[in-house]
């Protein structure tokens, strides 16, 4: 039996860690929250009325823009037509030159205004249009060829007027320079737009990410630098233009390595940023290169057998734990007011410590090769992630016909160009982050997804939901499959853990049933995705008790889905069920008694279910199940349904696994129970490894009879879900910080909730943060 109990030090040790990480950097934060919430309140409606306002000004704006595009282009047909003929205006390659790009910034403008001007016409509150700015954010590279372009396309023109006067005639009407200034008022209106949009409107994240892309492309052109055009421009007089780009992990013989990839139009680079020496600028060192028309995506029968070496989840966490009481400290100096020396040392390892959590997090491989021989595989945190440099490259691949190789002072040109070129300019590290910037929602958020429109055929589809914590994204949801529609209709509800989150994003997928037609990714089946799509967790927004609907734009595709947020604060209260008959919310030794047995009805049924086809479900308990679902079993136990069992066995697992979850959570007292709570906490913080065990063991065997077999049982079972971990992911640390707060923390009356809800809440415990500074797991 020692042994059995001696094995529950993770799960005690991350319990109380578990509890105690989060409530420093959320507390603040739900005071300003509230104390801003009634004064967005006011803005709100004036806001929206100023959207309108500065959409109408962006279409009058875009009427002008395209009148001198028209008038560009107008001169350009006839001028073509006599290029061919024996007395030419021009040649074909001097019009090629001054019109360069001239159309393609027609088209893109021309499909902006025709799909903003109905929109803005049929104007509501609810209104989308950030998908409008994105994708023409989006379209930037096109703005890169003509910038790199202008000068020799005016130079080539003065040239042609000197030696023309018939050109020189036509040159006087085409107003060529005011192309160029179209940016620097894009990026001016984004500004306007997004000040009057609310954070909790689906346009914020969209309008976001275009005003980021439009200004790290003015700064980038506003540099003084060498021109692009130079280091740009290949052979046959063709533009090279960026795509995307940002940082990764590459694995390289066996070693992560941070890298920046940049996705050209006509190649794949990656890069390393190498150490500033001596004063010098930054500079990139190239790695490798593939040009797309020789990249493929492997699968991982198709390559050689290479293990990803993974950081054990203890270590993760340790770091997590290291992150939150680096950042606690760096707000107790700020406040404080402390030297700046001080703060630079915490500051630094602080972001030593977020790199490490950065470089060893990723454990999802894209498998890159160059059909020239050598394969590549970079490591990414969430498949939303992964599907985005796939679908860019593929699609680019369709341009993408002939081969080539750089000569290496072209490599070298290239590599230069990316330092100007790049638009992820910084890590996601905290030091990089403003300082009154979100640092996200601790607690619950229920999450209901209700349905899907805009698809053109019937399909049968699912949806996943991401969140991310501490920078990485992790998958928390999935709703069933809707069997063959273009409406599906899931009005699944989930409850998912925030731990620092400010995003959700979503994913749908089309659900493969044909297994030759199945895709293969690392020796799993995958389905197709369809669309994905985020939204910002906003504080604000969420902090009221009603249900906040949105709309998440994919592709063409909308979700509609439901929100509502509980802080980590105001999940903690446990309070005693009114149906005493009942299982939920009524102490465990009543329910025993009244069974007649050592472990609770509810807690037998549930394992018993879970072993029998959960065992190597991915995520099992990590993962959310159908709110839905756990209601209705929570409801058949209370009642005690005598077919509860015949329900378990057509639910999904994830349903059970979250009905013993919230079992254990709506206990009026703590397995662990209220009494010897602070001596589980006081025990933890033990630094003597002998007088912790002892005072651990003798804890346990005061619990009473109910709850320390019950808690025998659980781990019993926790202990074999772990031995599958290498099928289902979950090791006995992942369930310890799944079930330790559950299990350990207080009632209600010890969770010391302040009455003002605008007050910050503190922890009175001496003990949270030295358990958080001494688990070493």
């Known amino acids: 039996m020692n042994k059995t109990l001696i094995s529950t030090f993770p799960l005690l040790k991350?319990?109380?860690?578990?509890?105690?990480?989060?409530?420093?950097?959320?507390?603040?934060?739900?005071?300003?929250?509230?104390?801003?919430?009634?004064?967005?309140?006011?803005?709100?409606?004036?806001?929206?009325?100023?959207?309108?306002?500065?959409?109408?000004?962006?279409?009058?704006?875009?009427e002008t823009y395209l009148s001198h595009l028209e008038a560009l282009l107008l001169p350009m047909k006839p001028l073509k037509a006599a290029a061919t003929t024996s007395q030419p205006v021009l040649t074909v390659q001097q019009i090629e030159t001054i019109f360069f790009k001239v159309p393609e910034l027609y088209e893109i403008h021309k499909e902006f205004y025709d799909s903003l001007l109905p929109r803005v016409q049929q104007w509501s509150h609810h209104q989308c249009v950030g998908d409008l700015f994105q994708k023409q954010a989006s379209q930037l590279g096109v703005y890169r060829a003509f910038v790199d372009n202008y000068e020799l396309a005016v130079e080539t023109a003065e040239k042609c007027c000197q030696a023309n006067t018939q050109f020189a005639e036509i040159s006087e009407v085409m107003p060529y320079g005011v192309l160029k200034v179209l940016v620097t008022r894009s990026t001016l209106v984004l500004h306007d737009l997004l000040k009057h949009t609310p954070s909790s409107h689906p346009d914020y994240p969209l309008l976001q990410d275009a005003l980021r892309i439009s200004q790290n492309f003015l700064s980038s052109i506003n540099e003084e630098s060498t021109p692009r055009r130079q280091s740009m421009t290949v052979k046959?007089?063709?533009?090279?233009?960026?795509?995307?780009?940002?940082?990764?992990?590459?694995?390289?013989?066996?070693?992560?390595?941070?890298?920046?990839?940049?996705?050209?139009?006509?190649?794949?680079?990656?890069?390393?940023?190498?150490?500033?020496?001596?004063?010098?600028?930054?500079?990139?060192?190239?790695?490798?290169?593939?040009?797309?028309?020789?990249l493929t995506f492997q699968t991982a029968e198709e390559s050689e057998p290479l293990p990803i070496p993974q950081a054990p989840d203890e270590e993760l966490d340790a770091i997590k734990i290291k992150i939150s009481s680096l950042r606690s400290e760096i707000q107790r100096e700020r406040r404080a007011n402390k030297g700046s020396k001080v703060m630079e040392r915490l500051k630094k390892k602080l972001s030593e410590q977020e790199l490490l959590l950065l470089l060893n997090s990723p454990n999802m491989p894209l498998r890159v090769h160059n059909r020239s021989g050598k394969s590549y595989i970079f490591l990414i945190s969430s498949?939303?992630?992964?599907?985005?440099?796939?679908?860019?490259?593929?699609?680019?691949?369709?341009?993408?016909?002939?081969?080539?190789?750089?000569?290496?002072?072209?490599?070298?040109?290239?590599?230069?160009?990316?330092?100007?070129?790049?638009?992820?300019?910084?890590?996601?590290?905290?030091?990089?982050?403003?300082?009154?910037?979100?640092?996200?929602?601790?607690?619950?958020?229920?999450?209901?997804?209700?349905?899907?429109?805009?698809?053109?055929?019937?399909?049968?589809?699912?949806?996943?939901?991401?969140?991310?914590?501490?920078?990485?994204?992790?998958?928390?949801?999935?709703?069933?499959?809707?069997?063959?529609?273009?409406?599906?209709?899931?009005?699944?509800?989930?409850?998912?853990?925030?731990?620092?989150?400010?995003?959700?994003?979503?994913?749908?997928?089309?659900?493969?049933?044909?297994?030759?037609?199945?895709?293969?990714?690392?020796?799993?089946?995958?389905?197709?995705?369809?669309?994905?799509?985020?939204?910002?967790?906003?504080?604000?927004?969420?902090?009221?008790?009603?249900?906040?609907?949105?709309?998440?734009?994919m592709n063409g595709i909308e979700v509609k889905i439901s929100m509502k947020f509980t802080s980590r604060e105001f999940s903690l209260k446990r309070m005693s069920s009114r149906k005493p008959m009942g299982v939920f919310g009524v102490n465990i030794s009543s329910v025993t008694k009244r069974e007649r047995s050592k472990v609770p009805y509810i807690v037998r049924q549930c394992l018993e279910e879970i072993e029998r086809r959960g065992m190597e479900e991915v995520g099992i308990y990590r993962v959310s199940g159908v709110a839905t679902d756990i209601q209705a079993l929570k409801t058949a136990f209370d009642t005690n349904?005598?077919?509860?069992?015949?329900?378990?066995?057509?639910?999904?697992?994830?349903?059970?696994?979250?009905?013993?979850?919230?079992?254990?959570?709506?206990?009026?007292?703590?397995?662990?129970?209220?009494?010897?709570?602070?001596?589980?906490?006081?025990?933890?913080?033990?630094s003597d490894s002998v007088a912790k065990e002892s005072c651990m063991l003798n804890l346990l065997l005061s619990l009473p009879e109910p709850n320390l077999v019950t808690f025998l049982f659980l781990l019993d079972h926790l202990k074999r879900v772990a031995e599958k971990e290498s099928v289902n992911k979950m090791s006995l640390h992942n369930l310890a910080t799944v079930f330790g707060p559950t299990l350990l923390r207080p009632a209600e009356k010890d969770s010391k909730i302040p009455t003002n809800p605008t007050q910050p809440i503190t922890m009175g415990d001496s003990w949270s943060l030295e358990v958080m500074s001494q688990v070493h797991i």
């Open 641 to 686: 349904n005598k077919d509860v069992s015949v329900m378990m066995s057509e639910m999904d697992v994830n349903a059970i696994a979250g009905t013993l979850k919230l079992y254990f959570r709506e206990l009026p007292e703590p397995l662990f129970t209220d009494e010897l709570y602070p001596n589980f906490a006081g025990g933890i913080a033990l």
């Open 383 to 553: 498949d939303y992630e992964r599907a985005e440099w796939k679908e860019v490259i593929r699609e680019q691949q369709k341009k993408c016909f002939k081969t080539f190789s750089l000569t290496s002072m072209e490599l070298q040109m290239l590599t230069n160009s990316c330092l100007k070129l790049q638009t992820v300019h910084q890590l996601p590290l905290t030091v990089n982050k403003e300082e009154d910037e979100s640092t996200g929602l601790y607690g619950f958020l229920n999450v209901i997804v209700h349905s899907a429109s805009g698809l053109k055929q019937s399909l049968n589809l699912y949806c996943t939901l991401e969140v991310d914590s501490f920078g990485i994204f992790v998958n928390k949801a999935k709703t069933r499959v809707y069997r063959y529609t273009t409406e599906p209709k899931w009005n699944e509800e989930f409850e998912i853990e925030l731990e620092g989150s400010q995003t959700l994003r979503l994913l749908c997928y089309e659900k493969s049933y044909n297994k030759a037609k199945m895709n293969k990714e690392d020796g799993e089946s995958t389905d197709r995705i369809m669309g994905k799509g985020q939204i910002a967790l906003d504080p604000p927004m969420l902090q009221g008790k009603d249900w906040q609907r949105t709309v998440i734009p």
């Open 236 to 294: 046959k007089g063709e533009n090279r233009q960026l795509l995307k780009d940002g940082f990764m992990v590459e694995l390289v013989e066996g070693a992560r390595k941070l890298r920046h990839v940049f996705l050209f139009t006509d190649l794949l680079l990656c890069a390393k940023l190498k150490k500033q020496i001596g004063g010098k600028s930054q500079q990139y060192d190239s790695k490798w290169y593939i040009p797309l028309s020789d």
């Open 14 to 62: 991350l319990s109380v860690a578990g509890f105690t990480q989060s409530q420093g950097g959320v507390l603040h934060l739900i005071s300003v929250a509230l104390s801003m919430f009634t004064q967005a309140e006011l803005d709100l409606e004036k806001g929206l009325e100023m959207r309108k306002r500065v959409l109408s000004g962006i279409l009058a704006s875009e």
